[in-house]
């Protein structure tokens, strides 16, 4: 079998599945397969696939027919330039929530108040690890992270001896409860899908924690609470910062400026949804 034809065989296969991205996905598979990148398994078309990389093949194309997506067959997802370590116990990072880091990034480079972040929700670590790594030159900041899954927070400390080479602080708490200390600014991309869809996924056999995914009826029971608990944890003009998708972004802004949150607004994402919203903690406690 050439790389021509295993391409075509398993990308077929993922058609013939309903899947979105057939042919990528066999591209991905089989280059991971065979340890050459991309470019060299179209130069490498009309040759031969070697045997082990072959059946390493069939058994990820397998494994991608029974519904494991391919970050779960690589074990590895990449977000915002860095490799991230993903397995089941783990939301997949996705390329929406860059548009976190950025926002935070870009107050971090304006605002040298900003010097103790803590990251809610963090699952893999995507978006506290990726801020860390991504820091100017000399801008001096702490970074934490949470999670209520113990299990999640096994794969955030793989992650942050892997990219950083040690291990931020981090906390296994539900939400801020057992998170101390005050911070300067606090991120967070926690479960925000509508009960319903998070239903209908579990029913199709969706591979990813619905703990990350399932927000309560609306998708901002998590939010509700967080936006409550963040007036606690956040210093005055401190910067709240929350992924959310785009027909919550009118509530999020509602809620917390219920809240006290001042100097509301929202950063879109690549294909102009309102994907975080922003506000900063006034001084009045409500
Ligand atoms: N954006 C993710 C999705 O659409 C949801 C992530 C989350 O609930 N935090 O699958």
Request: charged share 0%; hydrophobic share 0%; no cysteine.
């Given at each position: 079998m050439t790389f021509g034809e295993a391409l075509r065989s398993g990308s077929d296969a993922f058609a013939a599945a309903g899947l979105d991205t057939p042919w990528l996905d066999a591209l991905v598979l089989l280059s991971a397969c065979a340890g050459r990148d991309k470019a060299a398994v179209y130069a490498s078309f009309t040759d031969p696939v070697p045997e082990e990389a072959a059946s390493a093949f069939r058994r990820a194309m397998g494994r991608r027919l029974e519904g494991v997506p391919v970050s779960y067959i690589l074990g590895r997802k990449e977000f915002y330039g860095l490799s991230f370590q993903v397995d089941p116990r783990v939301l997949v990072p996705r390329p929406d929530t860059e548009t976190l880091v950025e926002a935070a990034l870009e107050i971090l480079e304006r605002d040298p108040a900003v010097r103790r972040l803590h990251d809610l929700c963090?699952?893999?670590?995507c978006v506290a690890l990726a801020v860390a790594a991504s820091l100017p030159r000399g801008r001096r900041l702490g970074i934490s992270a949470s999670d209520l899954s113990g299990d999640a927070l096994e794969v955030f400390r793989l992650n942050s001896r892997g990219i950083l080479g040690r291990e931020l602080p981090h906390y296994r708490s539900d939400l801020l409860a057992s998170v101390p200390g005050v911070y300067d600014m606090i991120t967070a991309n926690p479960p925000y899908i509508t009960r319903r869809e998070t239903a209908a996924m579990k029913a199709s056999g969706w591979p990813e924690p619905a703990l990350a995914l399932d927000g309560g009826e609306d998708g901002l029971d998590v939010f509700r609470r967080l936006a409550g608990e963040a007036v606690e944890s956040l210093t005055e003009n401190g910067y709240l910062l929350v992924e959310g998708a785009d027909d919550q972004a009118d509530t999020m802004g509602e809620i917390l400026t219920e809240r006290g949150f001042r100097d509301l607004r929202w950063v879109r994402d690549l294909a102009g949804r309102r994907r975080v919203t922003v506000g900063r903690r006034g001084s009045g406690y409500v």
């Open positions: 963090t699952g893999t670590g």
